[in-house]
T-cell receptor
Framework: DQQVKQNSPSLSVQEGRISILNCDYT??????FLWYKKYPAEGPTFLIS?????DKNEDGRFTVFLNKSAKHLSLHIVPSQPGDSAVYFC?????????????FGKGTLLTVNP | EPEVTQTPSHQVTQMGQEVILRCVPI?????FYWYRQILGQKVEFLVS????????KSEIFDDQFSVERPDGSNFTLKIRSTKLEDSAMYFC?????????FGSGTRLTVV
């Protein structure tokens, strides 16, 4: 039951270029979406989130776009840096306060080449 | 910056043995969670806990699993009789006004 899908297991990008990571979801009840970055042997680290009332959220080099009609979101990293190399997880939830579970995608391994 | 602390970082156990994974959530957070990630697969929700009760659990969280907040700081996950397929990274998390904070995880290896 893949409610959150990341169809690209890996992505390789040159330093300085844009990285675009994609995520699709099937559950129309999801109203809050997050991106996490994960290094080996560490827990997921929060990057950026977006509520379903918005279609774009920006934080420095990171921008998340949400297309509700297509049930699609994407994370743009500009410019990409070698330190961005990690696994990126898309997550979604039905948020009703501070108690909510996250449904994760399988992740995309981003490699940024110097 | 406040952290969620998990111990041990790596646990090896014999099949059929009981294990307890420990977590210290962020002190002013009220909601606590366990997630797991089997190698090469996605991170999966196991259970959420609030006010000394389970608020939600997944299908994975069967009778072999239990959670407890034995004192004011620790939050534990117990697996009563481990199976080979319980081998995974187990992540504790807590939420407050600023959202989720995950711990670094415990790698459980069942042999």
């Amino acid at each position: 039951d893949q409610q959150v899908k990341q169809n690209s297991p890996s992505l390789s990008v040159q330093e300085g270029r844009i990285s675009i990571l994609n995520c699709d979801y099937t559950n129309s009840m999801f109203d809050y979406f997050l991106w996490y970055k994960k290094y080996p042997a560490e827990g997921p680290t929060f990057l950026i989130s977006i509520s379903s009332i918005k279609d774009k959220n920006e934080d420095g080099r990171f921008t998340v776009f949400l297309n509700k009609s297509a049930k699609h979101l994407s994370l743009h990293i500009v410019p990409s840096q070698p330190g961005d190399s990690a696994v990126y997880f898309c997550a979604a939830s039905v948020r009703g306060g501070s108690n909510y579970k996250l449904t994760f995608g399988k992740g995309t391994l981003l490699t940024v080449n110097p | 910056e406040p952290e969620v602390t998990q111990t041990p970082s790596h646990q090896v156990t014999q099949m059929g043995q009981e294990v307890i994974l420990r977590c210290v959530p962020i002190s002013n957070h009220l909601y606590f969670y366990w997630y797991r990630q089997i190698l090469g697969q996605k991170v999966e929700f196991l259970v959420s806990f609030y006010n000394n009760e389970i608020s939600e659990k997944s299908e994975i969280f069967d009778d072999q699993f239990s959670v407890e907040r034995p004192d004011g700081s620790n939050f534990t996950l117990k697996i009563r009789s481990t199976k080979l397929e319980d081998s995974a990274m187990y992540f504790c998390a807590s939420t407050g006004l600023t959202g989720y904070t995950f711990g670094s995880g415990t790698r459980l290896t069942v042999v």
